[in-house]
């Protein structure tokens, strides 16, 4: 299937500095939305999908802070909640922006579930930090009371509990979502999914199955479902204007063209950065070798230009 995923960072979804009000959210989309729907106007199966770092934060403080009198929830239902606010907050700033470009086209969220591998070595080692940072005697009572791993973070001088981030093996309503694109009425949707890189979930015995406490990478979840869909295209967009050597450092250097050989030895040479744009492009090879053709990195006021080979990081299949 022709067509372009495009994965939203926390930067889209969040100023940075701000008090993370929903009418901040709103604006914050609003910068957004005018990119997406000039892509959309193309009339291409467009899907997009999105991080959600600062929001499932901002949950988990609120599930603590109201612990006595409603049982926090675990992290698979905050993932859900994410998506649905998020999904929500795309649909209802999206919309009017596609009406005004008279582009006939409508939003739709799907809670989406990603499955993990109960195997996965992630669960035995977590490793990605969440929420907020602790003086050491909470910490000391969240891992008795509520066996969360903490980790010390000797930058911010706190601890953190951290989650395990296992790899995202299979997009489980990727069937449904590919069945309505290549419909007859498939381009009139714009599909959000795989928020926050979906909500992880094990497979049991008998089928069904069940949420587990744990991150998904989102850029890797991002993948997977370009991947499962078949797009072309899979644009990851941040608040950086591509991928770098030498980044922050003398001598940097902003990749634009590049060939996937020549982005896989910068990756293994460990030029970018480890939970940030590493993960980025370590989805972005994995998209090309599953059969993608183009794969690109950039920011939102550099996306539409970047989709037409005049900006941002591209790697061409
Ligand atoms: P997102 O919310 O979009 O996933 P991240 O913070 O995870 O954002 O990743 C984007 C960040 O990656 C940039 O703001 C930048 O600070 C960092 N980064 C690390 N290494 C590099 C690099 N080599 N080139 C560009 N940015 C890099
Ligand atoms: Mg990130």
Redesign the pocket.
């Known amino acids: 299937m022709a067509g372009i995923l495009v994965a939203l ?3 889209a979804l969040h100023r940075a500095g701000g008090r993370g009000s929903w009418d901040e959210a709103r604006g914050q989309m609003r910068l957004a939305v005018g990119v997406l729907a000039e892509i959309a106007a193309l009339g291409e199966p467009l899907v997009i999908s999105h ?1 959600n ?1 600062p929001q499932v934060g901002a949950l988990l403080r609120q599930n603590e802070l109201a612990a006595r009198e409603i049982p926090p929830r675990p992290m698979d239902v905050l993932g859900a909640e994410t998506q649905g606010q998020i999904g929500y907050l795309i649909q209802t700033e999206l919309t009017p922006a596609l009406r005004r470009r008279r582009v006939d086209r409508s939003v739709l969220t799907v809670i989406s579930r990603t499955e993990v591998s109960a195997d996965d070595p992630a669960f035995s080692h977590p490793s990605k930090p969440v929420g907020r940072y602790y003086p050491e005697d909470e910490a000391r009572v969240l891992r008795k009371q509520y066996g969360w791993a903490m980790q010390y973070d000797g930058a911010r001088g706190g601890w953190r509990r951290i989650v395990p981030s296992p790899r995202p093996v299979r997009w489980i309503e990727g069937t449904a979502v590919r069945t309505l694109l290549e419909s007859s009425v498939g381009s009139s949707w714009i599909p959000v999914v795989a928020g926050g890189g979906g909500i992880p979930v094990v497979r049991k015995p008998d089928g069904t199955y069940e949420g587990v406490e744990a991150v998904i990478d ?2 890797l979840a991002a993948s997977l479902v370009a991947r499962e869909l078949g797009v072309h295209t899979l644009a990851i ?4 204007p ?4 030498s ?1 922050g450092k003398r001598g940097e250097r902003w990749l634009t063209e590049v060939s996937r050989r020549e982005l896989a030895d910068y990756l293994k040479r460990g ?3 480890d ?4 993960p ?1 492009v370590a989805a972005g090879l994995e998209f090309l070798d599953g059969g993608g053709h183009r794969f690109v990195i950039t920011d939102i006021p550099s996306l539409a230009r970047a989709l037409r080979g005049e900006a941002g990081t591209r790697v061409e299949a």
Do not use: Q
Not at 242 to 245: D, M, Q, R, V
Not at 275 to 278: A, H, L, Q, R, T
């Open positions: 960072g926390g930067n991080g770092g989102k850029d967009v941040t608040d950086v591509g991928a770098a050597i980044f030029e970018f950065g939970g940030s744009m590493g980025k």
